[in-house]
């Protein structure tokens, strides 16, 4: 079975279009290196819960969507291999520099998963 990252993230609706051309541009990069898939979604039914819910783990502020993206890889080991040569990859540098990305870098989170289940 393959391995994920997933992202959750907040995103001011006014910079959504600059955080869409990040995150494509990121996408291919991370797929030229041979990541299987590479998933951005932004939210369009959810809603803030009473104890947990997407909008309060990422402490969702007036005028900010939530962005859940995924990328999925072969195995934990291509995952790591990957991962390092994005992140060294001079096209993303942009990315290192949480002054320059479209959204509050603070406050997003990630996480690697085992897939278990696939249908």
Do not use: Q
């Not at 990252?5 to 609706?13: I, K, N, Q």
């Not at 494509?24 to 819960?49: F, M, N, Q, S, T």
């Not at 990315?95 to 997003?108: E, I, T, V």
């Amino acid at each position: 079975m393959s391995y994920v990252d997933a992202f959750v993230l907040p995103v001011p609706l006014e910079r959504l279009d600059d955080y869409l051309r990040l995150a494509r541009h990121a996408g291919e990069i991370w797929k030229e290196y041979g990541a299987l898939e590479y998933v951005e979604c932004v939210a369009d039914d959810v809603k803030p819960g009473e104890r947990t819910s997407f909008p309060r783990s990422v402490e969702l502020e007036p005028g900010e969507t939530v962005v859940f993206a995924w990328v999925r890889y072969a195995t934990r080991e291509d995952r790591n291999r990957i991962l390092e040569l994005v992140m060294n990859d001079p096209r993303l540098a942009d990315m290192l520099d949480h002054a320059k990305l479209p959204f509050d870098a603070k406050r997003l989170f990630w996480g690697g998963f085992m897939e278990r289940i696939r249908l």
